[in-house]
């Protein structure tokens, strides 16, 4: 059964905590994205990767943090400085560095107080 | 920064309707791509269309793009109340870096009356 798993779904936090969000994927996709998606908005880019050891910032990578060790699992940590945290937070791959559909996972959805 | 924005923000219909939504963008792209989101749940890829199309159909499913105009459309025929979502379009575009991007709309919330 293919596809790509987040974990947890549901997440809190205290201020001034790191917290890592888990992402794995078994479509064997080369490329990575951690995206943003705060009420009634679109996704917003964070930081993606299109082969393993590589990573790129996105749109608002501020405060954010990402590894990619290995082609399944693209882990993003939330640091506490990142100045508003909760949000909800989808992973998605892609077959490619570009011009392919993204796979998406079902989500994080962090709530920091 | 925001490339591409959907029109309506918002559409309500009956079952048995076509639904309409629409999608500009500002600058030249590689392709289109039209994305479904339910309510708290990741998005599910619907249809990509490339700059050098002009329309593709998936089921119940029809996408136009505009290269001129910087325009696209989604048309959902025969609605029903299961297609209640929120849809994005998502323009993909070479980035510095020969590294791709996609950019998300805000969305269009449909709402599909029983």
């Known amino acids: 059964d293919g596809g790509i798993t987040q974990s947890p779904k549901y997440l809190f936090r205290k201020e001034g905590q790191n917290v890592t969000l888990s992402c794995e994927q078994n479509l064997n996709h080369d490329a990575m994205y951690w995206y943003r998606q705060d009420p009634g908005q679109g996704l917003r880019l964070i930081y993606y990767s299109q082969i393993v050891n590589d990573f790129q910032k996105g749109d608002i990578a501020e405060g954010y943090s990402v590894s990619r060790e290995k082609k399944e699992s693209f882990p993003l940590t939330v640091t506490s400085a990142q100045k508003n945290p909760t949000a909800f937070y989808l992973c998605?791959?892609?077959?490619?560095?570009?011009?392919?559909?993204?796979?998406f996972g079902p989500g994080t959805r962090l709530t920091v107080t | 920064s925001q490339q591409g924005e959907e029109d309506p923000q918002a559409l309500s219909i009956q079952e048995g309707e076509n639904a309409t939504m629409n999608c500009s963008y500002k600058t030249s792209i590689n392709n289109l791509q039209w994305y479904r989101q339910n309510s708290g749940r990741g998005l599910v890829h619907l249809i990509l269309?490339?700059?050098?199309?002009r329309e593709k159909h998936s089921g119940r499913l029809r996408v136009t793009l505009d290269t001129s105009k910087k325009s696209s459309s989604l048309l959902i025929t025969a609605s029903r109340a299961a297609d209640t979502a929120s849809y994005f379009c998502a323009t993909d575009r070479l980035r510095t870096g020969s590294r791709y991007q996609l950019t998300f709309g805000k969305g269009t919330k449909l709402s599909v009356i029983p």
């Open positions: 998605a791959s892609a077959r490619d560095r570009g011009g392919y559909e993204q796979y």
């Open positions: 269309i490339r700059s050098n199309e």
